[in-house]
């Protein structure tokens, strides 16, 4: 049996477990997917001996994200993002490598959900709000798919660093949003604002237009205020779980090789969300 998991602090309301499970049953692969939540002064010598305790893969969650550069041998994705987010053992237990490999798949998580809802990145003009980790991942997501990246962030220094990292990006404040998102053709919440709190939006409706493609990072509750906005103003509008979706099913084909089985695993997601 293939043991995987998922290793941050706290990970006891995940829906990794299921939707991963879900995955391996329809496969009929021999696997659990379980959750470990080490202290912060663990984390990273956890993750470097996942392959000594047979474990075969790690999804990483807050806050060790940024821990696990330290623990892996990243994939250049992960190392320009600055996160990791999928530690895949499988070369290290073949003694193939001495070290296990770091992946971010958040990034394939926003550009694989957008192209399940036929959205075209190649050529856009992308707002990302916030940048955050989420923030970055989709950033570098979008801008390798060739969109041309405005960050805006509360913290508008935050946004300018950030893009000083990401390919022909600008970043700044929140004071020009609407000139911003009326720009836009593309528009992704990576704030936390909206989540678990429904009467927050982190873009007022007044902005919103009918040439966007929103994505919500937020995926508690599934339809936040900015989507059934972004809706009424007749926006393609994507929901935070396609990405959660699909970073797991990155995740997923890494470590098995197999294409995931994305139906049973929405389903499973769905299911846990509802
Ligand atoms: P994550 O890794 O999930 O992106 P994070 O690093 O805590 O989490 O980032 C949260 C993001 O939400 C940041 O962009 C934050 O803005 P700041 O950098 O200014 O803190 C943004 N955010 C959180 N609450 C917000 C609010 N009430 N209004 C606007 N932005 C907010």
Do not use: C
């Amino acid at each position: 049996m293939d043991v995987y998991g998922l290793i941050g602090n706290p990970v006891g309301h995940s829906l990794s477990p299921p939707m991963h499970e879900a995955g391996y049953a329809a496969l009929g692969l021999d696997a659990r997917y379980v959750t470990f939540e080490p202290d912060a002064d663990a984390a990273v010598a956890a993750i470097e001996g996942g392959a000594d305790l047979g474990v075969a893969g790690l999804n990483v969650t807050v806050p060790f994200k940024r821990d696990a550069l330290r623990a892996v041998d990243a994939a250049p994705l992960a190392e320009r993002i600055g996160a990791v987010n999928t530690v895949d053992y499988g070369p290290m237990r073949a003694g193939e490598t001495d070290r296990p490999r770091g992946h971010n798949t958040d990034a394939a998580g926003v550009t694989r959900a957008l192209a399940h809802h036929d959205v075209t990145v190649d050529g856009r003009e992308a707002l990302v709000v916030g940048a955050g980790g989420a923030g970055r991942a989709a950033a570098f997501a979008l801008a390798d798919a060739g969109a041309t990246v405005h960050v805006a962030n509360r913290t508008a220094e935050r946004a300018t660093e950030l893009a000083e990292d990401v390919p022909d990006a600008t970043g700044g404040g929140l004071d020009d949003l609407a000139t911003r998102v009326a720009a836009a053709d593309l528009l992704v919440n990576a704030t936390s604002v909206g989540m678990e709190a429904p009467e927050e939006t982190p873009v007022p409706a007044d902005h919103l237009h009918g040439d966007l493609a929103v994505l919500d990072a937020v995926y508690a509750p599934i339809e936040t205020r900015l989507l059934r906005e972004a809706a009424a103003a007749g926006a393609t509008t994507v929901d935070g779980a396609w990405m959660l979706l699909y970073q797991g099913v990155e995740a997923f084909e890494i470590w098995t090789g197999e294409d995931a089985p994305v139906e049973a695993m929405n389903a499973a997601l769905r299911a846990e969300l509802e």
